[in-house]
C-alpha cells in the first residue's frame, strides 16, 4: 500500500508560513511531498525558509490589504491547498480593547483570511482543493482577557462552515483550534506582557491545558497534514480541535 497523508504533485499556499505553526506546516507538507509556496509579511525569514525548502517559493505581503493580496496571488497559476494560518493577537476584557486594537486584529484574523481565501477561490475550484483555517479554542470558549481574540477566532469558526455549505463538492474546508502552542505568538506573549515573570506564567500555560503541557507547532502541522490529504476526503466543514483536553469539560 502507498505511504498515507502524501501531497505528492500539489501546490499549497501557507500565510503566515514563516515562522511557528506556518513554519513547521511548511516543512511537514514539503515532507508529505508538496511545492511549498510561503506567505509571510516578513521577506527575510520567508525567503529563508524558502531557500531549506526544495521545490518552494516564497511571497510577501500583508494579508489584510486588498491590493497586496492581488499581487501575491498575480504569480500564482495553480493552487490545491490553502493554510489560513496568518493571525495576531491581543491579551485585554472588552473594557481594555481601544477600537484601535479591535480593529487590527479584525483586519489581519477575519478580513486578511477573507481576501486570501476569495483570490484562492477561483484556483482551488479548478482544482477541486482544500482549505485549512487556523482557528483556536478561543473560537469556541471563553477565555479570559481575550475579548476581541475569541471574536476574531469564532468568526473563523464560522467562515469555515459557511464555506463548506456553499461549495460542498467543489472544495473542502475544515479547521483546525489548538490550544495553547509553544511557538513565537506565545514567546512574544510573554515577553510583551510577562516579561519578568515568564518562568511562573509558562508554567500557568502549561497547566491550562489537562494534559500538562503546551502543545507543539508540529502536532498543528500533522493534524493540517491529515485534512489537507486524500485520507480526509470525507472530512468537510469539520471544527477539530487540539488542546490538551482543554474543551473537554
Same mark, same amino acid.
Given at each position: 500500500?502507498?505511504?498515507?497523508?502524501?501531497?505528492?504533485?500539489?501546490?499549497?499556499?501557507? %500565510?503566515?508560513?514563516?515562522?511557528?505553526? $506556518?513554519?513547521? *506546516?511548511?516543512? &511537514?507538507?514539503?515532507?508529505? $511531498?508538496?511545492?511549498l509556496?510561503?506567505?509571510?509579511?516578513? +521577506?527575510?525569514?520567508?525567503?529563508?525558509? !524558502?531557500? /531549506?525548502l526544495?521545490? !518552494?517559493?516564497?511571497?510577501?505581503?500583508?494579508?489584510?490589504? +486588498?491590493?497586496? &493580496?492581488?499581487?501575491?496571488? !498575480?504569480?500564482?497559476?495553480?493552487?490545491?491547498?490553502?493554510?489560513? #494560518?496568518?493571525?495576531?493577537?491581543?491579551?485585554?476584557?472588552? *473594557? @481594555?480593547?481601544?477600537?484601535?486594537?479591535?480593529?487590527?486584529?479584525?483586519?489581519?484574523?477575519?478580513?486578511?483570511m477573507?481576501?486570501?481565501?476569495?483570490?484562492?477561490?477561483?484556483?482551488?475550484?479548478?482544482? =477541486? $482543493?482544500?482549505?485549512? #483555517?487556523?482557528? !483556536?479554542?478561543?473560537?469556541?470558549v471563553?477565555?479570559?482577557?481575550?475579548?476581541?481574540?475569541?471574536? *476574531?477566532?469564532?468568526?473563523v469558526?464560522?467562515?469555515t462552515r459557511?464555506?463548506?455549505?456553499?461549495?460542498? %463538492? @467543489?472544495?473542502?474546508? #475544515?479547521?483546525?483550534?489548538?490550544?495553547?502552542?509553544?511557538?513565537?505568538?506565545?514567546?512574544?506573549?510573554?515577553?510583551?506582557? =510577562?516579561? =519578568? +515573570?515568564?518562568? @511562573?506564567?509558562?508554567? /500557568?500555560?502549561? /497547566?491550562?491545558?489537562?494534559?500538562?503541557?503546551?502543545?507543539?507547532?508540529?502536532?498543528?502541522? =500533522?493534524?493540517?497534514?491529515?485534512?489537507?490529504?486524500? +485520507?480526509?476526503?470525507?472530512v468537510?466543514?469539520?471544527?477539530? %480541535?487540539?488542546?490538551?483536553?482543554? %474543551?473537554?469539560?
Amino acid at each position: 500500500m502507498a505511504a498515507p497523508f502524501r501531497l505528492d504533485g500539489k501546490t499549497a499556499l501557507i %500565510t503566515g508560513g514563516a515562522s511557528g505553526i $506556518g513554519e513547521a *506546516t511548511a516543512r &511537514v507538507f514539503t515532507a508529505a $511531498g508538496a511545492r511549498l509556496i510561503i506567505a509571510d509579511i516578513d +521577506e527575510s525569514r520567508a525567503r529563508g525558509l !524558502s531557500e /531549506q525548502l526544495p521545490g !518552494s517559493r516564497f511571497v510577501t505581503g500583508d494579508i489584510s490589504d +486588498e491590493a497586496a &493580496v492581488g499581487r501575491m496571488f !498575480s504569480g500564482i497559476d495553480s493552487l490545491d491547498i490553502l493554510v489560513n #494560518n496568518a493571525g495576531i493577537g491581543h491579551v485585554g476584557g472588552v *473594557t @481594555e480593547t481601544t477600537l484601535a486594537d479591535w480593529d487590527r486584529l479584525m483586519r489581519v484574523n477575519v478580513t486578511g483570511m477573507f481576501l486570501v481565501t476569495r483570490a484562492a477561490m477561483p484556483l482551488l475550484l479548478k482544482s =477541486h $482543493g482544500s482549505i485549512v #483555517n487556523l482557528g !483556536s479554542v478561543a473560537g469556541l470558549v471563553g477565555v479570559k482577557k481575550r475579548f476581541a481574540y475569541c471574536a *476574531t477566532k469564532g468568526a473563523v469558526v464560522a467562515m469555515t462552515r459557511q464555506l463548506a455549505l456553499d461549495y460542498p %463538492t @467543489e472544495i473542502r474546508v #475544515n479547521c483546525i483550534c489548538p490550544g495553547t502552542v509553544d511557538s513565537p505568538f506565545v514567546e512574544g506573549y510573554l515577553e510583551k506582557y =510577562h516579561k =519578568h +515573570e515568564k518562568a @511562573e506564567k509558562r508554567a /500557568q500555560l502549561n /497547566q491550562r491545558q489537562p494534559i500538562g503541557r503546551l502543545g507543539t507547532p508540529e502536532e498543528i502541522a =500533522h493534524m493540517a497534514l491529515y485534512l489537507s490529504s486524500p +485520507e480526509a476526503a470525507f472530512v468537510n466543514g469539520s471544527v477539530l %480541535t487540539i488542546d490538551g483536553g482543554w %474543551t473537554a469539560a
